[in-house]
């Protein structure tokens, strides 16, 4: 009977440790995302107003999630606080300079994998495109939302359509490079059809062009 007791007791005291993890996790989530949703406002003043209100959303969530006295029932509310303060267009916004900046670099791989004027054509069309997206991405930015619902509509496009911008990229250099590589390939074919050749059956060495052994008359095995 004590020993039942003392692993029940050893399991409350792991669940109520466990618990209260969470909640200095979900509390130092909250720290951070609030810093987070700052330095937004910071970098996007445009979108300020629509940051400012999806903080205000998230807070009055936050604080309600203070009140409640279940440990899991108060994770979880805190937890959806801090999903309506990171998710959505904030996170779209938050994730902008990175996307932007990685479709920069794959605008400068796609020139560099480009060989000869066919391919230097086609990568120039693509980073005219590509940089055209990335300027109207900017420009939307810039303009900015008044409210949480019209930032999600502007961040919506604008992923969408670096999305496609990123997706159109990489097929003309998978394109590239797979044209490099079956040019590899026929060049080394090539080259290997123009070696001499030995005879399987008596062993003499041949001209590459010979048809058939100059010793024994046996024919090439591989014409």
């Given at each position: 009977?004590?020993?039942?007791?003392?692993?029940?007791?050893?399991?409350?005291v792991l669940l109520a440790m466990a618990c209260s993890r969470s909640v200095e996790g979900e509390t130092s989530a909250w720290t951070r995302n609030q810093q987070k949703v700052k330095d937004l406002m910071t970098l996007y003043p445009k979108m300020g107003g629509a940051l400012n209100e999806q903080r205000?959303?998230?807070?009055?969530?936050?604080?309600?999630?203070?009140?409640?006295?279940?440990?899991?029932?108060?994770?979880?509310?805190?937890?959806?606080?801090?999903?309506?303060?990171s998710s959505?267009?904030?996170?779209?916004?938050?994730r902008f300079e990175k996307k932007e900046k990685d479709l920069q670099d794959l605008i400068v791989d796609v020139q560099t994998a480009a060989k000869g004027a066919a391919d230097a054509q086609s990568a120039t069309v693509v980073?005219?495109?590509?940089?055209?997206?990335?300027?109207?991405?900017?420009?939307?930015?810039?303009?900015?939302?008044?409210?949480?619902?019209?930032?999600?509509?502007?961040?919506k496009k604008v992923t969408k359509d670096m999305d496609a911008a990123t997706k159109n990229l990489k097929k003309v250099k998978d394109g590239f490079k797979k044209k490099e590589s079956t040019a590899q390939k026929t060049k080394e074919a090539?080259?290997?059809?123009?070696?001499?050749?030995?005879?399987?059956?008596?062993?003499?060495?041949?001209?590459?062009?010979?048809?058939?052994?100059?010793?024994?008359g046996a024919p090439h095995e591989k014409k």
């Open positions: 009977m004590n020993r039942k007791l003392l692993v029940f007791s050893l399991l409350f205000n959303k998230a807070t009055q969530a936050w604080d309600a999630a203070q009140s409640v006295s279940d440990d899991e029932a108060k994770i979880n509310a805190m937890a959806k606080a801090n999903r309506l303060l959505g267009f904030v996170q779209d916004l938050d980073r005219d495109q590509a940089n055209s997206t990335l300027r109207r991405a900017r420009q939307s930015i810039e303009r900015g939302a008044i409210s949480a619902a019209q930032a999600t509509v502007v961040m090539e080259k290997a059809a123009q070696k001499d050749w030995k005879c399987s059956y008596c062993s003499k060495s041949n001209p590459a062009k010979a048809s058939e052994c100059t010793g024994c």
